[in-house]
DNA sequence: AATAGTTAATATTTACAACTATCAACTTTC
DNA sequence: GAAAGTTGATAGTTGTAAATATTAACTATT
């Protein structure tokens, strides 16, 4: 039995971590619906929750009760991930890709057919992972920018 | 006279522009306070709106009404524009710079003492000018990052 | 096989952001 | 200089996004 603690992991069911954050179960299947979430699912499609993922509801959370942005502006803002300079698309695949387009949903939430992104797990990407809070996408957008230091 | 059509020029009065956008007086002013717009002042202080000020306006008011974007969810998109590869300013400007770090408000709601933006007027600058749209934002980190065509 | 927890879907509640109204002091217009 | 319009500020209203409750069918646990 692995005693190694990995936040990827997923452990909690849907009444646990509702629990954990202090908010109904409908409320998360809510964000998961609209996109800002993309929990690991059971054999039985049973939802399952790892701490990753509750780190990343409880930034959500603060975007939403703290800084006053709706979902619908989560979601914009997601939108604007340079995600092909993470996942390092090709000209052809940003041409027929709906993510590319997109200013109103996250790129993790479209299919992605004849892509790079095709075959993989959003949920397992760092564009979905990496980049769940607005600070450090402005430090990706910094990045891919031409800037020195 | 000039009788050239000139969308920047400030001609509107509020209760002009009020009337032509369908709302009312305080919710301009309100707009303004959250550093949505920055309408001309009259020497008296009163407020004068152009053309492209009604536009922009009207591009607010869609992501406030059919996108369903809050208020403090369209400042953290405006906040997101890489601001500094329009300016072009320096490595030592960034480092000084407020509105460099936000990711909260729009660059142009700060002061930017320091900077090559010092002495500007941000109503003329391009990052306020050109970007008040989401999809010209994606397109503008489209156009700083690597891409070819 | 019985109990507890989950699913998706719909209906309902609630908190508050967005908006409006009103005010006395000031500016503009003719 | 009188009438009309604007200023910032405060108080009040309202539409609806966000959250919850409830349901019957399903999955997991003992």
């Known amino acids: 039995m692995e005693a190694i603690k ?13 629990k954990l954050l202090g908010i109904s179960i409908p409320t998360l299947r809510m964000y998961e619906k609209e996109g800002l979430i993309i929990p690991h699912k059971s054999s039985g499609n049973q939802r399952i929750y790892s701490e ?7 930034c959500i959370r603060r975007a939403i009760n ?23 698309c090709s000209e ?5 890709c709906n993510a590319f387009q997109s200013h109103e949903q996250p790129c993790w939430t479209f299919n992605h057919p004849n892509t790079i992104c095709e ?10 992972e990496k980049y769940s809070q607005c600070g450090s ?13």
Chains 1, 2 share one sequence.
Request: charged share 30%.
């Open 92 to 96: 052809s695949d940003r041409k027929t």
């Open 52 to 58: 990753m993922d509750l780190e990343r509801l409880r």
């Open 119 to 128: 075959n993989r797990d959003c949920r397992e990407c760092d564009v979905y």
């Open 66 to 88: 703290e800084s006053k942005i709706s979902i619908n502006g989560i979601k914009s803002i997601y939108s604007l991930i340079p995600c092909w300079e993470v996942v390092k």
């Open 6 to 18: 990995n936040k990827r992991m997923p452990v909690y069911p849907i009444s646990i971590a509702a």
């Open 137 to 149: 996408i402005k430090d990706l957008i910094k990045n891919i920018s031409g800037i020195s230091t």
